[in-house]
């Protein structure tokens, strides 16, 4: 079935729409089956790995962390029964008794274990290994009990209790450094099927820790084009998707009586990222003024149609370490001619580009557009913008390679200031981090470590209030806006409910129903 570009809002749209979907021949899924439509394919559902944002979501459904946030972002116990700081660099875990792997083995101590241990060995590689650089040792106490002992006081480390999912032991011994997908979890949901590049069925966990699970199936189907994923909920053939349809469809999908479109605030940050190993991206002065070139209040209110909120920080304004007197950069061409002029970057007297830069971005719809628009708004300064886009593995394997001069991605479930040792520290360049535009700072390094070794919830707001001035001032990355949380969902879906960071947990308890 070919593409179709929706214009704008009206009945005319919507009856156009309608007669095409007799072309798409999917059934509808039984009532027993859950369809959740993405746009590319998950990378690893290795928990050990998850590199991308929706390997990270789906393996939360198979392999359950200690801990685990609730719909507010709140840390609550999950696999862990409690949990406690025996002193600041010692911290007691106690295993709940009722949590079974799915081949109904009991979750235990030295399964924990073999999981951290794993990531924090060089060899296998894991990016999740920065992130637990604090830990000296794990090791079991009891049957059910473990120990995390500390380098140091590590202040984010409860936030890493929540982001690693549990897997067996002997499935860890089995697969070495190999990094493959560990198939056996304790979550709500277990591996069924898996056709590569097209779908993934989960299975109904009937003995899940955390109470009966909502539906018997969930099938994660991979739709790369937005028009179809829209056409194949608006026919009923799926039941829902979450961020991953373009803004100029949602008001066409909400006239349908069958479905309900719901949205609310988010900690997801689209960025834009700088290659600062290539000249002249090296200069902060080129990194600025193609800043303030992009007109991210004209992108957020028209082409995002207002599902974005302009962003001057990677924290949310809610946040509690959220700097409000940080410097903000306004689109301002003239003042970009200005600083590439200034950065030996003169517009060349034949009206020719001052220079050429790479931008990479994957398939998507959205992403694509608001790229071609990127691309019109630094032409307006003098820049040439080659737009490359490719699907998701090849782009995000180029960008991991070094291989662009520009980016954008989406800083995904930002809860903690630590966030900002992702993508900034230089221990994490790759392949230990997030950090792939190469940044490296000893001021940096000093705020985020010194952010990391404190409780003090107040010294910890003024050390990351200076990290955010010090990249607004330094620009490795640009926050562009905070994308709102979109869910369209069948009128018959009951029981999802959305968290700030986008994640889809709340699939354990959604079922199928009477719609209202």
């Given at each position: 079935?070919?593409?179709?570009h929706?214009?704008?809002?009206g009945p005319?749209?919507?009856?156009?729409?309608?007669?095409?979907?007799?072309?798409?021949?999917r059934?509808?899924?039984?009532?027993?089956?859950?369809?959740?439509?993405?746009?590319?394919w998950?990378?690893?559902?290795?928990?050990?790995?998850?590199?991308?944002?929706?390997?990270?979501?789906?393996?939360?459904?198979?392999?359950?962390?200690?801990?685990i946030?609730?719909?507010?972002g709140?840390?609550?116990?999950?696999?862990?029964?409690?949990?406690?700081?025996?002193?600041?660099?010692?911290?007691i875990?106690?295993?709940?008794?009722?949590?079974?792997?799915?081949?109904?083995?009991?979750?235990?101590?030295s399964d924990v274990?073999?999981?951290y241990?794993?990531?924090?060995?060089p060899?296998?590689?894991?990016?999740?290994r920065?992130?637990?650089?604090?830990?000296?040792d794990?090791?079991?106490?009891?049957?059910?009990?473990?120990?995390f002992?500390l380098h140091?006081?590590?202040?984010p480390?409860?936030?890493?209790?929540?982001s690693?999912g549990?897997?067996?032991?002997?499935e860890?011994?089995?697969n070495?450094?190999?990094?493959?997908?560990?198939?056996?979890g304790s979550?709500?949901?277990?591996?069924?099927?898996?056709?590569?590049?097209?779908?993934?069925?989960?299975?109904?966990?009937p003995?899940?820790f955390?109470?009966?699970?909502?539906?018997?199936h969930?099938?994660?189907?991979?739709?790369?084009d937005?028009?179809?994923?829209?056409?194949?909920l608006?026919?009923g053939?799926?039941?829902?998707?979450?961020?991953?349809?373009?803004?100029?469809?949602?008001?066409?999908?909400?006239a349908?009586?069958?479905?309900?479109?719901?949205t609310?605030?988010?900690?997801?940050?689209?960025?834009?990222?700088?290659?600062?190993e290539?000249p002249?991206?090296d200069?902060?002065?080129v990194?600025?003024?193609?800043?303030?070139?992009?007109?991210?209040?004209a992108?957020?209110?028209?082409?995002?149609?207002?599902?974005?909120?302009?962003?001057?920080?990677?924290?949310h304004?809610?946040?509690w370490?959220?700097?409000g007197?940080?410097?903000?950069?306004?689109?301002?061409?003239?003042?970009a001619?200005?600083?590439l002029d200034?950065?030996?970057?003169?517009?060349?007297a034949?009206?020719?580009?001052?220079?050429?830069?790479?931008?990479?971005?994957?398939?998507?719809?959205?992403?694509?557009?608001?790229?071609k628009?990127l691309?019109?708004?630094?032409?307006?300064?003098?820049?040439?913008?080659?737009?490359r886009?490719n699907?998701?593995?090849?782009?995000?394997?180029?960008?991991k390679?070094?291989?662009?001069?520009?980016y954008?991605?989406?800083?995904?479930?930002?809860?903690?200031?630590?966030?900002?040792s992702f993508?900034?520290?230089?221990?994490?360049?790759?392949?230990?981090?997030?950090?792939?535009?190469l940044?490296?700072?000893?001021?940096?390094?000093?705020?985020?470590?010194?952010?990391?070794?404190?409780?003090?919830?107040g010294v910890?707001?003024?050390?990351?209030?200076?990290?955010?001035?010090?990249a607004?001032?330094?620009?490795?990355?640009?926050?562009?806006?905070?994308?709102?949380?979109?869910?369209?969902?069948?009128?018959?879906?009951?029981?999802?409910?959305?968290?700030?960071?986008?994640?889809i947990?709340?699939l354990?308890?959604?079922?199928?129903?009477?719609?209202?």
């Amino acid at each position: 079935m070919g593409s179709l570009h929706i214009a704008g809002p009206g009945p005319l749209a919507i009856a156009l729409i309608a007669s095409l979907l007799l072309s798409c021949g999917r059934p509808a899924p039984p009532d027993d089956e859950l369809v959740f439509l993405i746009g590319s394919w998950p990378t690893n559902l290795d928990p050990r790995f998850v590199p991308d944002a929706w390997s990270e979501k789906i393996a939360h459904l198979v392999f359950s962390p200690l801990l685990i946030r609730d719909p507010r972002g709140e840390l609550r116990p999950h696999l862990a029964e409690s949990h406690e700081f025996a002193s600041a660099t010692e911290v007691i875990v106690r295993l709940r008794d009722d949590a079974y792997f799915h081949d109904r083995t009991p979750v235990r101590a030295s399964d924990v274990v073999a999981t951290y241990r794993s990531i924090l060995d060089p060899a296998l590689g894991s990016v999740k290994r920065l992130s637990l650089d604090a830990i000296s040792d794990v090791s079991e106490v009891a049957p059910r009990t473990v120990r995390f002992s500390l380098h140091r006081p590590h202040a984010p480390f409860l936030q890493v209790l929540a982001s690693i999912g549990i897997a067996q032991e002997s499935e860890i011994l089995a697969n070495g450094t190999a990094g493959d997908v560990l198939w056996t979890g304790s979550g709500p949901f277990l591996f069924e099927e898996i056709d590569t590049g097209a779908h993934l069925l989960l299975g109904r966990n009937p003995e899940w820790f955390g109470g009966r699970v909502g539906v018997e199936h969930v099938r994660f189907r991979v739709v790369p084009d937005a028009t179809v994923r829209s056409l194949e909920l608006l026919r009923g053939s799926a039941d829902i998707t979450q961020n991953d349809l373009p803004p100029h469809v949602l008001d066409h999908l909400s006239a349908s009586p069958d479905l309900v479109v719901e949205t609310a605030e988010s900690t997801l940050v689209k960025y834009l990222a700088f290659n600062l190993e290539r000249p002249p991206l090296d200069d902060v002065r080129v990194r600025r003024a193609i800043a303030m070139a992009i007109d991210r209040e004209a992108i957020t209110r028209h082409k995002l149609r207002g599902f974005a909120t302009v962003a001057h920080s990677f924290l949310h304004p809610d946040s509690w370490a959220y700097a409000g007197d940080i410097s903000v950069l306004r689109h301002d061409p003239v003042g970009a001619r200005a600083l590439l002029d200034e950065a030996g970057l003169p517009q060349p007297a034949d009206g020719s580009a001052r220079l050429h830069l790479v931008f990479r971005t994957s398939q998507d719809e959205t992403a694509i557009a608001v790229a071609k628009i990127l691309r019109r708004d630094l032409a307006a300064v003098g820049i040439e913008m080659e737009l490359r886009s490719n699907e998701w593995g090849v782009f995000f394997a180029d960008i991991k390679q070094g291989d662009f001069d520009l980016y954008t991605l989406s800083g995904v479930g930002i809860n903690d200031p630590d966030w900002y040792s992702f993508v900034m520290h230089s221990d994490s360049q790759p392949p230990s981090g997030a950090n792939r535009e190469l940044y490296d700072d000893a001021t940096m390094d000093a705020l985020l470590e010194a952010g990391r070794s404190t409780s003090a919830r107040g010294v910890r707001a003024t050390l990351y209030r200076q990290v955010q001035h010090l990249a607004a001032r330094d620009l490795p990355l640009v926050p562009l806006w905070y994308q709102h949380n979109v869910t369209v969902r069948g009128a018959d879906v009951q029981g999802w409910e959305m968290t700030p960071g986008g994640g889809i947990d709340a699939l354990a308890h959604t079922s199928k129903g009477a719609g209202p």
